[in-house]
């Protein structure tokens, strides 16, 4: 058997939508000052000045920082601007130029600078020679400005150092719990992460300990929690959670981490009751319906649905997506459909709900409606790459479940022309092609599938069985489904390409019990249909039209079953 993988329909009803493309807004767009209308020309001298600065901005957009560096060194130094000497100096730092940068600051210095910024500037400076004691002493006079804001800008020029290393050790000599601010836990936290990010990560989980105890926030408690759980701690991680909890019962970042670690043990239905209680977000109203899709508890979903569904409508808002795809878990597909449609366009999730739209006006019975709101979308996306590329895939998606297949063939190609040696898009029109009739097309894509990702097991499962279905190469058919067959022995997909391999090669024992035991465990049209030849070739007519009055009964619109139905004259 074929399986077809819609990529354009897997959209995973909770498991954390991606970001969408938001529909393309016409708009008038408001004016940007000039750079050179933002810099003070002296008089007379100004026009090098002007020519210099044009050379900058054509340098950066090309990404030239060299080019840039020295045509904005050279306008500063005419320039009385302080502001145009404070970006030559981060520019000659950012090509590490330290003569330039050394110059441009004690132009900016003689322009009137302000302490604190030229001192983060001569900091950023020091670390990019390697010069340790001079990036302290600088950073110690940043710090002597005074005030939390004196602290980030220190912690932002070591963010920003190009080696971690000398970056780390020159935090822990300033960043130590007798010289932090006392009242900003804040910058604590903000401390204790940047450590870990530039590997001092001993360090980093000893100051998140001290800000946990000096402080006792909420969110001392998640760092400390999460620093537990990356060093392996998994025990001492949740001991901080479930103390930060009894402390902060109502954070929601605590409950969330909380109930992620319910979860990874595979406690779903203890992590949404954990986040069922106030206060609620779009956040944890997303989780709990996750975990509960999790554990298969739709008399959780439906509680959540309800819920959803009276709160006010401030909070209905944002979460009008998630109550469309609850809907749709709970079988309410108009609802769902009526959900949907509120998602405004500029909404996060207005492409899926919109995408979501058109399958559920295609399964409602209402095609018309479908193609209609999908060729507007499709208009509306032309000149949005991905998002386009997913609208015609979801196109081709609605001409495969139409067995529109010739169709299909020709969305899928154009798709292809965008993306060309995409293995989904190849696996998924050499699979329409196969039912459209078009072999050599599907004998095609399949093998470049393999060609791509020689380990596909589907495009193994799907070229064996085109091959067999058509008689073409059976000692090669044989092969892939073999191979198919040994990394997924009870996928009964493949049992069923397995057993018709062997019927094509005449094997009609090992047919039948391929065959048999593929449709215990998947009462499917076409296994039913294949079933049913081979029982017909073996002479048990009457069994074989049984077999093949069920398969119709599943899917009165089979192929396979009609196929069989003509050729035995009932």
């Not at 940068?101 to 983060?120: D, S």
């Not at 900003?184 to 100051?207: E, H, T």
């Not at 397995?498 to 076409?526: H, I, M, N, P, T």
Request: glycine share 6%; net charge positive.
């Amino acid at each position: 058997m074929r399986q077809f993988v819609a990529a354009a329909l897997a959209l995973a009803m909770l498991a954390g939508c991606a970001q969408a493309p938001r529909r393309p807004v016409q708009h008038t767009p408001t004016p940007v000052p000039q750079p050179l209308a933002r810099v003070a020309l002296a008089p007379g001298p100004g026009q090098p000045i002007a020519a210099d600065l044009l050379q900058a901005e054509f340098a950066l957009a090309r990404n030239d920082l060299r080019t840039a560096a020295a045509a904005t060194a050279r306008a500063a130094s005419l320039s009385a601007d302080p502001a145009l000497a404070g970006r030559a100096v981060a520019l000659a730092v950012a090509v590490h130029d330290a003569p330039l940068a050394t110059q441009m600051l004690a132009r900016w210095q003689a322009l009137g600078a302000a302490p604190g910024p030229l001192a983060a500037a001569r900091a950023q400076l020091a670390l990019d020679q390697g010069d340790r004691a001079a990036a302290e002493r600088q950073l110690d006079a940043v710090i002597a400005v005074g005030g939390s804001n004196a602290w980030r800008d220190a912690l932002r020029v070591l963010a920003a150092a190009r080696d971690p290393a000398l970056a780390g050790v020159v935090l822990e000599h300033l960043a130590t719990p007798a010289r932090l601010p006392g009242n900003d836990g804040a910058v604590w936290l903000a401390a204790s992460q940047l450590g870990a990010q530039l590997g001092r990560r001993i360090w980093a989980r000893r100051l998140a300990a001290a800000t946990l105890t000096r402080f006792g926030s909420a969110a001392s408690f998640g760092w400390s929690a999460q620093m537990a759980q990356q060093a392996g701690d998994a025990r001492a991680a949740e001991a901080t959670l479930r103390a930060g909890l009894a402390r902060h019962p109502r954070s929601i970042p605590l409950r969330m981490a909380m109930a992620g670690l319910l979860s990874a043990r595979g406690d779903n239905t203890a992590a949404q009751r954990l986040l069922a209680q106030p206060p609620q977000d779009a956040d944890t109203y997303a989780a709990r319906a996750a975990y509960a899709a999790r554990a298969d508890d739709r008399k959780a979903l439906a509680a959540i649905y309800a819920q959803l569904g009276r709160a006010p409508v401030a909070a209905r808002r944002p979460n009008l997506f998630l109550l469309g795809q609850l809907a749709e878990l709970l079988g309410r597909r108009q609802s769902a459909l009526d959900w949907y449609a509120q998602v405004g366009d500029e909404d996060a999730h207005g492409f899926d709900a919109a995408v979501r739209r058109v399958v559920l006006l295609s399964e409602l019975g209402r095609p018309q409606q479908a193609q209609t709101l999908l060729h507007g979308l499709q208009t509306d996306y032309a000149d949005a790459p991905k998002a386009s590329l997913k609208l015609l895939m979801l196109e081709a998606e609605l001409d495969v479940r139409a067995r529109r297949y010739a169709e299909a063939v020709a969305v899928y190609g154009r798709a292809l022309q965008r993306s060309p040696d995409d293995p989904a898009l190849l696996y998924a029109r050499g699979v329409a092609a196969a039912e459209a009739g078009a072999l050599d097309l599907a004998v095609a894509d399949l093998s470049r599938v393999l060609k791509l990702k020689p380990d596909d097991i589907n495009a193994m499962n799907a070229l064996g069985f085109t091959l067999a279905d058509a008689g073409r190469d059976l000692a090669e058919a044989e092969r892939l489904v073999a191979a198919a067959h040994r990394s997924r022995p009870d996928d009964p997909a493949i049992t069923d390409s397995w057993g018709w391999v062997q019927f094509r090669l005449g094997r009609l024992a090992e047919s039948e019990r391929s065959l048999r035991k593929a449709w215990d465990k998947s009462k499917d049209a076409e296994i039913g249909a294949h079933l049913a030849a081979v029982l017909w070739a073996q002479g048990r007519r009457a069994e074989a039209r049984a077999v093949l009055m069920q398969a119709q009964r599943i899917d009165p619109h089979s192929r396979s079953v009609h196929a069989l139905q003509r050729r035995w004259g009932t």
